[in-house]
C-alpha cells in the first residue's frame, strides 16, 4: 500500500466505518474509499469488543471491498472508543503541621497519590467480579487547598494541612488487547492506536482553541462520548448510556415499526419535513416532522437531560461552547434543548460534520457528523499517535499507553506502588506544657524514597522513555518526637551539699501531671511538666525524706481516724557551715548541714501501744519435752498508708493509722509443731504418749503460759 495512504477503522456498537484517506503535499487529507457495515449481532457492549470473532469477521469483509480499490491493506489505526473511559475524581492530604510543602517534587507526589486515590475510587464503584485493569491516560488539578481553603500553591505556606483534588482518566487495558486481537484474527497490523474523544478533538478543535472550554458530544448508536477541553488540554471524559437508539426506539414504539424501518424514519427527519412509512400491520402512512416529534419529545428530553448532567457533572459549570458529532446528533430539536437546558445560546451549540475539518479535502458526498471520528482517527494516529511504552519496574514489566508524557509517577502507579507510603512520613509530633508555656516537639523528617532509573539517581518527574528499568524503594518514615523531662526544660542544675558528713548530690525536681518523676522520664503527649530546683533547707530535708519535727514535748497521730496524742522531746536544730540556721534558709554548692539524730527519743509503734495498753501479740510459753518454747501470734496490725508497721516503726506527726484486730483464739497442743521440728521414731511394739502436765492430753488439748508438754514412745502394759 501507498505509504501516503491510510487505513483507518471506526468500530462502534453497531457498525463499522472504513476509511482509505490520502496525505498530500500540502499536509492535507482526502478521502479516498469508505465502506460502512453494520454487525450481524451484538458483539460491542460500551466500547468494548464482547465477542472477538463477530467484529473480526466485520472488519475483514470492510478489508476486503477497500482492498478491491486499493489493492492489500496490511496496517490499520484504530482507536479506542470514549465510552471505554471512566474519569474519576481524587484527593490527598498532608499534614503540614510541622513540616511544610517545600519543593515541586512533594506536590507531584501529592498529586499522584491523588491519581491513585482516584484510581481507588473507580476500583470500589466498579463490579466486584470486574478483573479490569485500569491505566491513567491523564489527569489534570482541579484545586489545591489549605485548610481546606482553595490556594495557588501551598509551596513554603503554613498551616495544618495541604490538599490537592485531581480529575484522572482511566482506561481498561482489555479494550485496547481486544482490539489488537480481533485486528490479528483480520489479518491486520495496528499501525496506531488513538482514542475516539482525542481523535475528534484534534480535527474539529484545533491547538489555539483549546484553551476554550468546549464540550464535544459524540452522540452514537448505544452511547453519548464526552470530552471537555480547558486550558490547552483535554481535561474529562465520560459517558451516557443512552444515544441514537434512544430515539430510534421510541419511533418503533409510536409508531409501530421495525427497528431498521424506524432507524431509517429517524434519519429521514433530519432534512425532510415529512416521512412516510409502513408498520408492522402493513399500514402505510404519512406523517408531518413536527408530528413525529411531538411523539418522542419525551425520548428527546430524556436525552438532552442525560447529557447535560454529565457534562455539568465534568466541568462543575457550562462550558463555553457545545460541538456535537456522531449520527445520533442530528436528531431534531436535541441541539436546541441541550444549549437551553446549559444555559447557552443556540449559537454556541452546533453538529460538525466532516466538510469542518480544516485539514481535509473531501472527495465523497457524505458529509455528515457521523464520519467525523473515523476521519479523526486517520489523522490522529498518523500525526498523534498513542505509542506503547515498555518498562520494568522493580522486576515486574509493565506496558503503558503514551497518551502524554510520561513519567516515573505514572511508572509506579501501573507498577502497583502504594503512593501514600512512598515517601516517608513525619514522625508524630509532641504538645507539652512547661512550666506553664505549651511547647511543640517536632517528629524526625521522613525520607524520599529511592529511585533509579536505568542505573541513575531519579525523581518522579523524570521523563521515562521504552525500555527504563526502575527500581525503587520507598522513604522511612521519621522517628516519633521523644524528649526526656530534663531535655524539654533545657536546664537542668545540679549540686552538692554534705549532710551529715555525706556528699549528697541534689537535682532539679520534675513533676508530670503532679507526680514526682526521674529526669530521664520520657514526655507523654499533651502532659504538663514542673519543675524547680530546691534551694531551701527545708525543700532538701523534704525530698530526701529527712523528716525534721518542730520543737514541741508532743505529737499527734490518728488511729482509725481517733487522735491519740504522744509525748517526745528532741533537740531539733541545725546547723549550715557551723551556723545555727532557719529551715527557710537558702543553700550554696558545697555548703555543709548538720542536725542532731537521736533515734532512741523517736516515737514508734511500740509506745504508741503502751499508750493505749496494747499488746501487738498474743504469746504464749512452755516446756515441750524438756525445752523452752515461745508461741505467739498478732493480736492487732497497723497499716500507714497501706503499709505493715513493726513495733520498731517510727510514727512522725500527724500520721494516719488503720488498725485491724484478730479473733484472739488459745493456744493448743499442735501449734508446738510451728516451732518445733520432731526427730524421733518409735520402737517395735511401743505407741504414741501426749501428756500436759503429766496428764494425758491430744494434739487440739489448749495449753497456758507455764504447762510442761511432753511428747514420746512408750511400751504399753
Same mark, same amino acid.
Given at each position: 500500500m501507498d505509504k501516503n495512504l491510510l487505513f483507518a477503522l471506526d468500530i462502534g456498537t453497531r457498525s463499522v466505518v472504513g476509511m482509505i484517506l490520502k496525505q498530500h503535499s500540502d499536509g492535507k487529507y482526502e478521502i479516498l474509499h469508505m465502506k460502512v457495515m453494520e454487525h450481524e449481532e451484538r458483539s460491542m457492549l460500551d466500547g468494548q469488543i464482547h465477542h472477538i470473532p463477530a467484529v473480526a469477521k466485520v472488519i475483514v469483509k470492510i478489508k476486503k471491498a477497500l482492498e478491491m480499490e486499493t489493492g492489500?491493506?496490511?496496517?490499520?489505526?484504530?482507536?479506542?472508543?470514549?465510552?471505554?473511559?471512566?474519569?474519576?475524581?481524587?484527593?490527598? *492530604?498532608?499534614?503540614?503541621?510541622?513540616?511544610?510543602?517545600?519543593?515541586?517534587?512533594?506536590?507531584?507526589?501529592?498529586?499522584?497519590? %491523588?491519581?491513585?486515590?482516584?484510581?481507588?475510587?473507580?476500583?470500589?464503584?466498579?463490579?466486584?467480579?470486574?478483573?479490569?485493569?485500569?491505566?491513567?491516560?491523564?489527569?489534570?488539578?482541579?484545586?489545591?487547598?489549605?485548610?481546606?481553603?482553595?490556594?495557588?500553591?501551598?509551596?513554603?505556606?503554613q498551616g495544618l494541612s495541604a490538599s490537592v483534588e485531581v480529575i484522572?482518566? #482511566?482506561?481498561?487495558?482489555?479494550?485496547?488487547?481486544?482490539?489488537?486481537?480481533?485486528?490479528?484474527?483480520?489479518?491486520?497490523?495496528?499501525?496506531?492506536?488513538t482514542l475516539e474523544p482525542i481523535a475528534a478533538i484534534n480535527v474539529l478543535i484545533p491547538q489555539s482553541m483549546r484553551k476554550l472550554n468546549v464540550?464535544?458530544?459524540?452522540?452514537?448508536?448505544?452511547?453519548?462520548?464526552?470530552?471537555?477541553?480547558?486550558?490547552?488540554?483535554?481535561?474529562?471524559?465520560?459517558?451516557?448510556?443512552?444515544?441514537?437508539?434512544?430515539?430510534?426506539?421510541?419511533?418503533?414504539?409510536?409508531f409501530l415499526l421495525d427497528f431498521p424501518v424506524a432507524e431509517e424514519m429517524k434519519r429521514s427527519l433530519y432534512q425532510s419535513d415529512f416521512v412516510e412509512y409502513t408498520d408492522i400491520l402493513g399500514f402505510s402512512s404519512k406523517k408531518s416532522?413536527?408530528?413525529?416529534?411531538?411523539?418522542?419529545?419525551?425520548?428527546? *428530553?430524556?436525552?438532552?437531560?442525560?447529557?447535560?448532567?454529565?457534562?455539568?457533572?465534568?466541568?462543575?459549570?457550562?462550558?463555553?461552547?457545545?460541538? #456535537?458529532?456522531?449520527?445520533?446528533?442530528m436528531t431534531p430539536g436535541l441541539r436546541e434543548k441541550i444549549a437551553e437546558?446549559?444555559?447557552?445560546?443556540?449559537?454556541? %451549540?452546533?453538529?460538525?460534520?466532516?466538510? %469542518?475539518?480544516?485539514?481535509?479535502?473531501?472527495?465523497?458526498?457524505?458529509?455528515?457528523?457521523? #464520519?467525523?471520528?473515523?476521519?479523526?482517527?486517520?489523522?490522529?494516529?498518523? *500525526?498523534?499517535?498513542?505509542?506503547?511504552?515498555?518498562?520494568?519496574?522493580?522486576?515486574?514489566?509493565?506496558?503503558?499507553?503514551?497518551?502524554?508524557?510520561?513519567?516515573?509517577?505514572d511508572a509506579l502507579i501501573a507498577g502497583g506502588a502504594d503512593l501514600s507510603k512512598l515517601y516517608g512520613r513525619p514522625g508524630l509530633g509532641l504538645m507539652i506544657k512547661v512550666n506553664g508555656q505549651v511547647k511543640m516537639i517536632k517528629g524526625g523528617l521522613g525520607t524520599p524514597p529511592q529511585i533509579i532509573m536505568s542505573g541513575k539517581e531519579a525523581s518522579l518527574s523524570h521523563e521515562i522513555f521504552d525500555g527504563a528499568v526502575i527500581s525503587y524503594k520507598a522513604g522511612v518514615n521519621g522517628a516519633n518526637a521523644s524528649v526526656a523531662a530534663k531535655e524539654a526544660v533545657q536546664e537542668h542544675l545540679r549540686k552538692t551539699i554534705v549532710i551529715n558528713g555525706e556528699p549528697t548530690t541534689i537535682e532539679t525536681q520534675y513533676y508530670v501531671n503532679q507526680q514526682l518523676v526521674t529526669p530521664e522520664t520520657l514526655l507523654n503527649d499533651r502532659e504538663e511538666l514542673i519543675s524547680y530546683f530546691p534551694n531551701t533547707i527545708v525543700e532538701i530535708l523534704e525530698i530526701k525524706g529527712l523528716h525534721r519535727i518542730d520543737n514541741n514535748s508532743s505529737f499527734s497521730v490518728k488511729v482509725d481516724g481517733k487522735p491519740i496524742l504522744l509525748s517526745r522531746s528532741i533537740n531539733n536544730s541545725i546547723y549550715l557551715n557551723g551556723q545555727i540556721i532557719d529551715r527557710a534558709s537558702y543553700w550554696n554548692d558545697g555548703d555543709q548541714l548538720t542536725?542532731?539524730?537521736?533515734?532512741?527519743?523517736?516515737?514508734?509503734?511500740?509506745?504508741?501501744?503502751?499508750?493505749?495498753?496494747?499488746?501487738?501479740?498474743?504469746?504464749?510459753?512452755?516446756?515441750?519435752?524438756?525445752?523452752?518454747?515461745?508461741?505467739?501470734?498478732?493480736?492487732?496490725?497497723?497499716?500507714?498508708?497501706?503499709?505493715?508497721?513493726?513495733?520498731?516503726?517510727?510514727?512522725?506527726?500527724?500520721?494516719?493509722l488503720n488498725m485491724e484486730k484478730t479473733t484472739q483464739q488459745p493456744f493448743i497442743f499442735q501449734d508446738i509443731f510451728i516451732k518445733v521440728d520432731i526427730a524421733i521414731s518409735p520402737r517395735p511394739g511401743e505407741t504414741l504418749v501426749i501428756l500436759k502436765n503429766k496428764e494425758k492430753a491430744g494434739f487440739q488439748t489448749e495449753i497456758e503460759t507455764g504447762d510442761v508438754l511432753e511428747l514420746k514412745f512408750e511400751v504399753l502394759i
Open positions: 492489500p491493506l496490511q496496517k490499520v489505526c484504530v482507536a479506542a472508543a470514549g465510552r471505554a473511559l471512566k474519569t474519576v475524581k481524587g484527593r490527598s *492530604e498532608r499534614d503540614i503541621s510541622t513540616v511544610a510543602v517545600t519543593s515541586k517534587e512533594e506536590i507531584i507526589h501529592m498529586e499522584l497519590a %491523588a491519581v491513585q486515590h482516584a484510581q481507588f475510587q473507580l476500583a470500589s464503584m466498579l463490579d466486584e467480579k470486574s478483573n479490569h485493569i485500569y491505566d491513567c491516560v491523564g489527569y489534570s488539578v482541579l484545586h489545591y487547598y489549605l485548610d481546606d481553603q482553595e490556594i495557588g500553591s501551598f509551596i513554603g505556606q484522572a482518566t #482511566f482506561l481498561p487495558r482489555v479494550v485496547v488487547e481486544s482490539l489488537i486481537r480481533a485486528l490479528r484474527e483480520a489479518d491486520l497490523e495496528m499501525e496506531a492506536l464540550a464535544l458530544v459524540d452522540i452514537g448508536a448505544g452511547t453519548s462520548d464526552i470530552a471537555l477541553t480547558a486550558e490547552g488540554t483535554v481535561v474529562a471524559y465520560g459517558m451516557v448510556p443512552v444515544a441514537g437508539d434512544e430515539i430510534t426506539e421510541a419511533i418503533s414504539s409510536e416532522k413536527s408530528e413525529v416529534l411531538e411523539k418522542i419529545k419525551p425520548s428527546i *428530553e430524556n436525552l438532552a437531560e442525560n447529557i447535560t448532567k454529565e457534562i455539568l457533572q465534568l466541568n462543575a459549570k457550562p462550558p463555553q461552547a457545545v460541538m #456535537f458529532v456522531g449520527g445520533g446528533s437546558k446549559l444555559n447557552l445560546p443556540t449559537e454556541r %451549540a452546533a453538529i460538525r460534520g466532516i466538510d %469542518a475539518i480544516t485539514s481535509l479535502t473531501s472527495s465523497i458526498e457524505q458529509t455528515g457528523p457521523e #464520519f467525523v471520528t473515523p476521519v479523526g482517527i486517520g489523522i490522529a494516529a498518523r *500525526e498523534n499517535p498513542v505509542k506503547y511504552v515498555t518498562i520494568t519496574v522493580n522486576e515486574k514489566t509493565i506496558r503503558l499507553f503514551e497518551v502524554k508524557k510520561l513519567t516515573i509517577g542536725f542532731e539524730t537521736v533515734k532512741d527519743k523517736q516515737v514508734t509503734l511500740k509506745d504508741l501501744l503502751d499508750s493505749l495498753q496494747l499488746n501487738l501479740h498474743q504469746s504464749c510459753s512452755v516446756t515441750f519435752n524438756n525445752e523452752e518454747v515461745s508461741l505467739s501470734r498478732p493480736l492487732f496490725k497497723f497499716y500507714r498508708n497501706g503499709e505493715l508497721l513493726t513495733e520498731d516503726s517510727v510514727l512522725y506527726p500527724n500520721d494516719e
